[in-house]
Each structure stands twice: as C-alpha cells, then as structure tokens.
C-alpha cells in the first residue's frame, strides 16, 4: 500500500468565541471516497498550560494529560469510531493552528497518548506532523532523489562561552552528517565558513536538503540564530532576515533540518498588520513555502539526533514520503526519554517532497546479477565509470556548469545552464581555450574545499588539484560504498574512466594492482611541451611518475609508478596484476587533454571516425569480448552518448552472448520521463542484448558487495 492510499485525518484547532478552543476535524477514507467532517465548539477545548509545565519531565503523564484535554466529547467518539473502522490501515494525522492558536505550538504534541489504548498515538501507523499554510504561495519543484544538493551549516563560533553556551562538536557533527547524508551531493559550511553571507550564496546556488546545527533562542521576542562571522565569532542571525532570504529564493528548498536548541518553540510577538506572527523558525520556515522543515522541540541527545536522523534519511531515500519516514525514526528511538523532540512541520499534505524514480514498465526487475557477476568475477567485464560517481566530492556536472555560469554572468537558462558542454562553450567564446581550463579546475578546487573541510591543507592553494583530490580520497578511505574500491576488488584487465579523476588507479593501487594509465589523444594539441615521442614506442614502461617538464607522448602514454616488469615483447598486454585504466576524455594532470566544451566533443568524434585517435576497440585488449558495466552516468551526459556512439560502431564485432549493462542511467534527464528513456535506450542498443539496472549508484554497489564472488 502506497502512502497516497493511505487513510488521512486532519485535526484544525483555532480559538472559540465561547471562550477557549474550537476543533475540526477531516477525516477521509480512501477504501469508500468518503469524507467525514466534524466542527466541535460544544464546549470549548481548555488548555492547562500550568499542569503541563508541570508535568514536562514525565513524557508519559504529560501526553495523557493532553490527549485528555484534546480528545472530548464527540470528537473523541469520532476519532476512536474512525480508528477503529480502518482495521489496522495506516492513517496520515495533521495537526493545524489557526493564527489566533499560535501559541498552542509550544505544547508537547508529539508526546500524545492514545484516548483508547495505553500507549502512545504516534506511531508508524500513525505519521503525525504540524500543519502550517504557506504564506507565500509558492511551491519547491519535486526533484529525483539522485539529483539532490545538501547544504550542512555547522556553527560553532569560538566565543559562544561568553553567552554561556556549551561548544559544538564540529567534527562529530561532520561524521554525522557524511553518514547520514553519504548519498547527496553535500555543501560543508563550518567554523568561519559558517556565515549568514556564505549560507545565503549556497541557497542561492541550489539547496534540496539545508542542515543546520548550532545554537539559538530569542531576543525580544523574536527568533534568533547564532552563525559564525568571517572572524570565527558569533553572528547574530534573525529568523526575519533567514526567511527574507528564502523567500527571495529562486528554488526553495524541500527539506530543512534545524538541530538548533529551541528551533521548534514559537513565542508571541506583537502584530503585524493586525495578525499575530509565528517567530519560530520551524514554522516560519513552513510559512516562507518550503514542504517540510524537522526542527528539535528542546535539546535532544547527540545519540538521539544522531539515530533518529540516521533512519528518517533512510526512509526518505526509499520512500520520498516525509512524514512516514518520521514516523519510522521515532519509532527507532522510541524508548528514549527525548523521543519527542523531533517536531515535523509540513504544508504537503501528501507528505511526497522528491520523486522516487520508477523502473519503466517494460522491464522491472534486473534478472542478470548471476551473468553480471560471473563476467566480473572472471575478469571478463569492462566497467565504464562516469562522473557522476565524484559528485561527493567535487559535485555533479550540472551543479558545475551552474557555478560557472553565474560566475561569469552567462545568459543562459536551463537546461542550457545546467550542461557543462554548453556553458564550456559559451565561457570559451567569451575567454579562450586556456582560461576556461583553469576557471573549471578551481570551480573544482573550490567545490573541493567545501566538501572536505578539515581534511586539506590550509595552504591548499599551493597545491595541484590533482594532489588534493588525491589527500581527499585518502582521507576519507573506508567508505563501504566507495565504488571505485569495490570495482577495483575485481579482477579486470581494463577500465574505461569517462571522468578525469585518479581515484580509480588509488583504489587499484589500494587493492595491491599495479595500474597503467592511458589517455586518448583526441587532439593534435596535445603535441605540445618539450617535443614528441614516436608513437611506436613501448606505451607502458613502468618507472618514475612524470615530472614538469617532461614531454606528453603522441599516443597520450606517460610513465606511471610502479615496480619493474619483465616483458616478452614490445606491447603492452593488461591483465589482473597490471590492470589498464583508459581516460577517453582526458586527465586532470593535463588540463589540455579534458574534452569539455561542445566542439571538443565534436572533435572527439570526428577524430575517431577516421581513425585518428585511439579508438575504443584499437586498445591492446580483447575490447569487444567482455561484457561493459556503465556505472554513474545519466541519459544527458554527453560522455554517455559519445561513448555509446563508441560502442554502436563496434556492431560487426560483438557476440551475440555479450551483455551489456546500464547503471544510474538516470531517468530524469531531458531526454523524458522514465519510460521514454528507455524507448530512447531500446531503440538505439535493440541489437545487443541490453539489461538496464533503474536504480541507484548505491542501491546497485550495496546489492553488488551482498552477493559478491562466491
């Protein structure tokens, strides 16, 4: 059962002119189309606010009591009747508070007992959240869930003892963070990073997912967070400064996650324009149009937190439906005293803020694991990796070319700015081949930066990009899900690297192999330095990495570390021990090698149609008689569609008993929806026998390391 089929009650609660509070209730049935309306103000709803302060340290006494004051009369009737009818169906509960009811915000609502059980209300059966309209009416574009950029704020400013704050553990909160987020695209904002100035140019960059940790309260009455200044000390932050912020937004954000202390209390303020104003931020957040904000109703344990968030992420991954996944978080930690705190405020009553992508219709289920894992256990695979796989750490393509296009004002829109090959192109033009080299290297450099804080050097400006993607991966090794180290553990001779990184050759390095880099000279300019090598020569020789200075070989080859080899004959032969790693779209050592704007790509193309260049099936392996693994990539990725060109062209060489397989070819590209994606896929390969994984990169690696060599 889906949650769309999900029964749906919604509880309104606004003040009485008899005095007190008056109720309704909206109930709906999916199973009859039936919806049930109740408007309880018989007798006014009395909230004892004396009794409930005294009674906050017991959780269990504090929910009866207000389960006791809420459900009266026939609106406990009807609640229990409607309960009770659905025979163990899942029921959506809304709580909502009419603008003269702000205050009830306050109350422990997550805390409520059953009215006709001993236990407690909420429950995975029972997903619970507060309801809040937007005032601004204006709603956050569902994305995939692969597409999704997370921004982590971490304020921990160096003077917070001064306002009698306890510090916050920067680095626990980062090992939070990278684990319960390992599959977005994540911002890392910490320390003196973790400005108001530095958060708002992230937002406005692109935000799915915002983070925030550190501390706030209020002042005057209204909400205020404590960010960090350039200089390491507290920066004031009002919640009317944040929201003005978001709402000037371009793409609101679809979730917003607030560890803050007192991030979900609300106090009441003076009016404005005649109505009373909600200054918390979880609900103004709300307010400002963003689907969904989970704030901490008071300060939760770190292990708490840190469990909690740990399931909801999960869920929320599987599932895309918020409260649900909130529903089965609390139940994880639900015997802790401060499993309450996690307060959900939405204004999606579907609870949906990000697509699940679907497999097409045509072919759910991926039936070739026992063949895929043979070819790969064998040896007799070659895995094509894309760059979707560094989107951890130097982000996605789409994010990349955004950054430079407002960088450098480029008037363009979407998706013209969101493709790398045509904002190269632009920013070429505009510049020349040379500066739109070294603005990518430190668009990455800074992405870099940002996602690794802590990790790099501070004099990281001294060293080469290459270096510090390099230290970065070292750094971070361990990572179970780590794709270039569970490929590396298989024993194939050739790898295609469609990204111009080295992490590949370190997890092969890492697994006790020897690798030998080649890169594809798809352009005569690549006969530049101190002259050229005959093409004859022996390609792999292995010895010392190249120096400065030393000349690039015609036929793309360069000397890579490694310990003596004896060889039989003149050319090269890859194999388990020496595997190959072949670059077709150039390295980031030699900024001249990357193919990035739309004529390199065009003259990638051309240059192999005659022949030129090094083609895929020339490399001095049995290219044509394994099966190809595609890992990372996505229908618009122009590497993707080049090399399956590549691939097309090797029709009058490949066996009828190959396979070939697609994975984390994303759907949600601009070529259409899941299923014309893979008419797309069918049309053009429907003389191979194809099977496509529609999932993701880590749903694929985790199923991949389960079942494993046998």
């Not at 944040?242 to 979900?264: F, G, W």
């Not at 798809?522 to 020789?541: K, V, Y």
Request: aromatic share 8%.
């Amino acid at each position: 059962m889906t949650a769309s089929e999900w029964a749906d009650m919604e509880i309104v609660i606004h003040r009485s002119g008899k005095g007190g509070y008056a109720v309704d209730l909206r109930f709906y049935d999916p199973r009859s189309d039936a919806l049930d309306y109740l408007r309880y103000d018989e007798t006014p709803l009395q909230f004892d606010f004396q009794q409930l302060t005294e009674l906050m340290l017991e959780p269990q006494s504090y929910g009866k009591a207000l389960s006791e004051m809420l459900f009266v009369g026939e609106l406990r009737k009807r609640f229990v009747e409607h309960r009770t009818r659905l025979n163990g169906m899942p029921m959506r509960l809304r709580l909502a508070f009419g603008t003269d009811a702000a205050m009830l915000q306050d109350l422990h609502w997550e805390k409520l007992w059953d009215p006709a059980r001993d236990a407690p209300l909420l429950s995975r059966q029972m997903p619970f959240s507060r309801y809040v309209s937007a005032t601004a009416r204006r709603d956050a574009s569902r994305q995939y869930r692969e597409r999704l950029r997370t921004v982590v704020v971490i304020a921990n400013p160096s003077d917070l003892p001064n306002y009698r704050l306890p510090p916050i553990n920067t680095e626990q909160g980062l090992a939070n963070a990278r684990r319960t987020l390992s599959s977005h695209s994540l911002v890392q904002l910490v320390e003196h990073q973790a400005t108001f100035k530095r958060l708002s140019e992230e937002l406005r960059r692109g935000c799915d997912l915002l983070y925030i940790v550190g501390h706030g309260g209020f002042v005057n009455g209204e909400y205020m967070l404590l960010l960090a200044n350039e200089e390491g000390k507290v920066e004031r932050v009002f919640a009317s400064e944040l929201i003005e912020t978001i709402m000037d937004l371009n793409e609101l954000p679809r979730l917003v996650v607030l560890m803050a202390c007192q991030s979900a209390k609300t106090r009441q303020n003076a009016t404005t324009h005649g109505k009373p104003s909600l200054v918390a931020l979880g609900p103004l957040i709300a307010e400002a149009g963003v689907p969904a904000v989970l704030a901490m109703h008071g300060q939760i344990s770190q292990q708490t937190a840190t469990d909690f968030l740990q399931v909801f992420v999960e869920e929320l991954q599987r599932t895309g439906v918020i409260d649900d996944a909130a529903a089965a978080a609390r139940g994880s930690v639900q015997r802790r005293p401060d499993a309450w705190m996690p307060v959900l405020f939405m204004r999606s009553k579907s609870g949906v803020i990000w697509h699940r992508p679907q497999p097409p219709r045509r072919r759910r289920d991926f039936g070739k694991w026992g063949t895929l894992l043979a070819n790969l256990c064998r040896g007799d695979c070659v895995p094509i990796l894309g760059p979707g796989l560094l989107t951890p750490l130097l982000g996605s393509t789409s994010e990349i070319a955004e950054q430079l296009a407002a960088k450098h004002r480029l008037d363009m829109v979407a998706p013209a700015r969101q493709s790398l090959p045509q904002v190269a192109q632009l920013l070429q033009l505009r510049t020349d081949r040379t500066t739109l080299r070294y603005e990518l290297s430190a668009a990455l450099r800074e992405n870099l930066v940002q996602r690794c804080p802590g990790v790099l050097p501070e004099d990281h400006w001294k060293t080469s990009l290459y270096t510090l993607l390099k230290e970065a991966y070292q750094q971070l090794w361990g990572d179970r899900l780590d794709p270039h180290r569970v490929l590396a553990k298989f024993p194939c001779p050739l790898y295609v690297n469609a990204a111009p990184d080295p992490l590949l050759e370190l997890a092969l390095q890492r697994s006790g192999k020897h690798p030998q880099l080649l890169i594809c000279p798809w352009t005569n300019d690549l006969d530049w330095a101190n002259g050229a090598f005959d093409p004859d020569d022996e390609a792999f020789s292995p010895g010392r990495e190249r120096r400065e200075g030393d000349p690039l070989r015609r036929n793309g080859h360069y000397r890579r570390p490694g310990p003596p080899r004896p060889r039989t004959n003149s050319k090269f032969q890859p194999d388990e021990l020496y595997p190959l790693v072949y670059h077709p779209f150039g390295i980031l050592q030699l900024l001249d090698s990357l193919v990035l704007t739309e004529d390199d790509y065009f003259q990638y193309l051309v240059g192999n149609t005659i022949g030129r260049t090094r083609r895929l099936w020339a490399l001095p392996y049995q290219f044509s008689s394994s099966a190809l693994l595609f890992i990372g990539f996505r229908l618009d990725d122009w590497g993707f569609r080049v090399l399956l060109r590549e691939i097309l062209q090797l029709k009058p060489a490949l066996p009828n008993n190959v396979t070939h397989i697609g994975v984390q070819i994303d759907p949600a590209s601009s070529l259409g929806t899941a299923d014309q994606s893979y008419v797309y896929l069918e049309e053009q390969l429907n003389a191979y026998n194809i099977t496509i994984y529609w999932e993701s990169t880590e749903t694929f690696l985790q199923q991949l390391e389960e079942r494993g060599c046998r």
